[in-house]
């Protein structure tokens, strides 16, 4: 497998992992070390977080209703200003465990994207985040989404900066406990993973352009890619959330994380 088509690969993956509760880093992270040809990437996160920017504006096009209502209430403008102010407010507050992690674990972190057994072991722990999800949820919307929930969800989101730990996943089953419908659930979940991913590329952008080892070609293109497909499976992840089924990917987990220890 030559590199490019192992980016293209990567990308792919990138874009059905990142909404399904899968975990895309982990993934990324044991192709990268496992296919042959991964050698000749970063070892570091910097080919992660470049493909995480496409899927990024997966969810910019998805969301995109709530996104400007949101950008309208801080602004003043639009039917609600002081409730969007409020969530504007809560998705802040939301990113702080992440972006104190990331911040403060920043060279423990990256070490983790260097090996498959953290990886493996961590997809093992997604898997059972995934089966407790069975019959959780409640009545609340996103609108009343209060400062504590997103506090919580925010340190579920924090865990996730670890390859195998599922974003989407740790998220709305988070909020799911907490008695959050799944629409509302997988609505913070996703705008949350906006300043998320943004901050992780802001952090990792200038550092690859300067890099030893470069991104590879094409990898605008694979970011593309990545988009395209994201797009496909968040509208798939909904779908399967609302028919409570995100336990069904807790198997899948399981045998991802047995099998790439033992392989590695």
């Known amino acids: 497998m030559t590199p490019f088509v192992l980016l293209l690969f990567l ?3 990138q874009g059905l992992t990142e909404y399904l509760p899968v975990s895309s880093s982990g993934h990324l992270v044991l192709a990268r070390l496992l296919l042959p040809g991964g050698s000749e990437f970063p070892e570091d996160a910097t ?3 470049v493909l995480h920017l496409g899927t990024l504006a997966a969810v910019f096009l998805f969301y995109r209703k709530e996104i400007w209502a949101l950008i309208q209430g801080v602004l003043g ?3 609600s200003p002081p409730v969007q102010r409020k969530l504007a407010f809560y998705l802040l507050l939301g990113s702080l465990p992440a972006a104190i992690v990331g911040l ?3 060279d423990s972190i990256e070490a983790t994207f260097g090996t498959t057994q953290v990886s493996s072991l961590c997809l093992l722990v997604t898997g059972l985040i995934l089966w407790v999800s069975k019959n959780r949820g409640g009545s609340r919307g996103l609108l ?6 997103a506090i919580l969800i925010g340190l579920a ?3 996730a900066i670890l390859p195998g730990i599922s974003r989407s996943g740790s998220t709305i089953v988070a909020a799911l406990f907490l008695g959050y419908r799944i629409e509302a659930a997988a609505a913070f979940s996703f705008l ?3 300043p998320a991913i943004l901050g992780a590329a802001i952090l990792k952008l200038p550092q690859a352009l300067e890099a030893s080892v470069p991104l590879p070609a094409g990898i605008w293109l694979a970011t593309g890619l990545a988009f395209l497909v994201g797009y496909f499976a968040l509208g798939l992840l909904l779908r399967m959330a609302q028919a409570n089924r995100l336990f069904w990917f807790a198997p899948y987990c399981w045998a991802a994380g047995l099998v790439s220890f033992f392989l590695s």
């Not at 009343?144 to 929930?149: D, H, K, Q, T």
């Open 144 to 149: 009343e989404l209060g400062a504590s929930a």
């Open 11 to 13: 990308a792919v993956l």
């Open 192 to 194: 949350l993973s906006i």
């Open 104 to 106: 403060t674990l920043k």
């Open 47 to 49: 080919l992660e977080v």
């Open 157 to 159: 989101q924090s865990f």
């Open 77 to 79: 403008g639009g039917n």
